[in-house]
């Protein structure tokens, strides 16, 4: 499967956007979905998760309560909306799909998920 993530941009601390990734192929219902990030001079941590139904969503603490990850897997795109952007949200942000599933904290873990998108860069200002 390949992935598109797209929606990063400049926005200012407090705004909103939209991140989508496009799934290609016609099994992006069997994969759990995840979004990662990567800070200029950090490692690669996690973001959010989804579920192949959409039915269960994963989050870090950094972002729960300012993040949301949703799915529609008649159109294989999953979406991160984020609000109440802070400065520290500065990161690009990838998009994933893991083959295998996963619950709870399983989900956080970058080694489960087998296909990487390029990733989107978003910018948080002051």
């Known amino acids: 499967v390949q992935l598109q993530a797209s929606g990063g941009g400049l926005v200012q601390a407090g705004g909103s956007l939209r991140l989508s990734c496009a799934a290609s192929?016609?099994?992006?219902?069997?994969?759990?979905m995840g979004w990662f990030r990567q800070a200029p001079g950090k490692e690669r941590e996690f973001v959010a998760a989804?579920?192949?139904?959409?039915?269960?969503?994963y989050y870090a603490d950094s972002v729960k309560g300012r993040f949301a990850i949703s799915r529609d897997n008649a159109r294989n795109t999953v979406w991160l909306q984020m609000n109440s952007l802070k400065l520290e949200d500065t990161a690009v942000y990838y998009c994933?799909?893991?083959?295998?599933?996963?619950?709870?904290?399983?989900?956080?873990?970058?080694?489960?998920?087998?296909?990487w998108g390029l990733g989107t860069l978003v910018t948080v200002s002051s």
């Open positions: 994933a799909a893991g083959v295998g599933g996963c619950s709870g904290y399983g989900c956080y873990r970058a080694g489960i998920y087998d296909y």
């Open positions: 192929g016609r099994t992006f219902s069997s994969y759990v």
């Open positions: 989804i579920s192949r139904s959409g039915g269960s969503t």
